[in-house]
């Protein structure tokens, strides 16, 4: 990877549409977004791989790698690229044990600097910093810059810096984040591609170090 890039949240979805749409009209105009987390809501499994496939057929030949959050199963059984785990338990070492090394898997919700070492001694393909809890809590944008800067400069798995809001981008790219990720928040706002561009462009400047 020569550049830093987006990684973006999708909202928790019934239905492919009209996210799936919107999301890949926003994502063509930016040129910066290196994967999707999709979010599914508590629908029956038919339905949710059949969201699943629509945001792979509608986003893998722009370029966005379709990562499915918590399911392995339903990641492989959809086509997706990978799978997003929560913390460093089970789910995670069945996901690592059965999808690499066709599919990636993430992990994220890692509170503790021990907590991210042990994910990290795993080798999965990346860590993400500060993506909101069960509960919707986000840690102060502080904490998350602090996070990624410690890790950035001493481990090579790759970062993702989560971003509570436009504001925070060029903090966590400037903190080291390989990654930035956009919450679930940017599809609340009018025009998502705006922010998809100015986001990109705060990432181009901070370039990564060779």
Known sequence: M??????????ALAEAEPFIGRAAAAIGEADA?????????????GRRKA???????????????????GDAQLAARADADGVHCAGAGEDFAAALKSL???RIVGVGRLATRDEAMIAGEAEPDYLMFGEPAADGFVRP?????????WWAEIFNVPCVG??????????????GADFVALGDWLWREADAATILRRAAASLAAHPLRE
Do not use: N
Not at 141 to 149: A, F, K, S, T, Y
């Open 2 to 11: 020569t550049e830093r890039r987006l990684y973006l949240h999708s909202p």
């Open 33 to 45: 977004v290196a994967c999707l987390l999709l979010r599914l809501a508590e629908v029956d499994p």
């Open 51 to 69: 969201i699943v496939r629509a945001a792979c057929e509608a986003l893998q030949p722009l370029g966005v790698a379709v990562i499915v959050e």
């Open 100 to 102: 690499r090394p066709k």
């Open 141 to 149: 944008l502080d904490w998350r810059v602090e996070r990624l800067g």
């Open 162 to 175: 989560y971003a509570a809001a436009a504001g925070d981008v060029d903090a966590l790219a400037a903190a």
